[in-house]
């Protein structure tokens, strides 16, 4: 059974942080990159950041760039977002994703294999 499990969410303040964790398997995790998603309350899917299967490409979107960074740790299939100055437009439930082309970066569902089951993360003071 394919799963991606998305942990690490909760309630941050304004310039605090928070790291998230998705642990993949029943796949073979190197076949994949890996993107995180999110989407805010009443709005749609936002792309924010990828890393292909050996972690030497990373990309952001400018909304979380300097702010986020993405890394894997392929022994134990799990990719993580570090989320430092979240500001409450991070507001949102994260999502992460499997791609199997390792090219695309965006916000369409139906590029991407797999999904996990979101998690929310929530900046309020």
């Known amino acids: 059974e394919v799963q991606l499990v998305e942990s690490g969410g909760g309630l941050a303040q304004p310039g605090g942080s928070l790291r998230l964790s998705c642990a993949a398997s029943g796949f073979t995790f190197d076949d994949y990159a890996m993107s995180w998603v999110r989407q805010a309350p009443g709005k749609g899917l936002e792309w924010v950041s990828f890393i292909n299967w050996s972690g030497s490409s990373t990309y952001y979107s400018e909304s979380v760039k300097g702010r986020f960074t993405i890394s894997s740790d392929r022994a134990k299939n799990t990719v993580y977002l570090q989320m430092n100055s979240l500001t409450p437009e991070d507001t949102a439930v994260y999502y992460c994703?499997?791609?199997?082309?390792?090219?695309?970066?965006?916000?369409?569902?139906?590029?991407?294999?797999?999904w996990g089951q979101g998690t929310q993360v929530t900046v309020s003071s």
């Open positions: 994703a499997a791609e199997p082309s390792a090219i695309y970066v965006g916000p369409d569902e139906s590029e991407y294999s797999y």
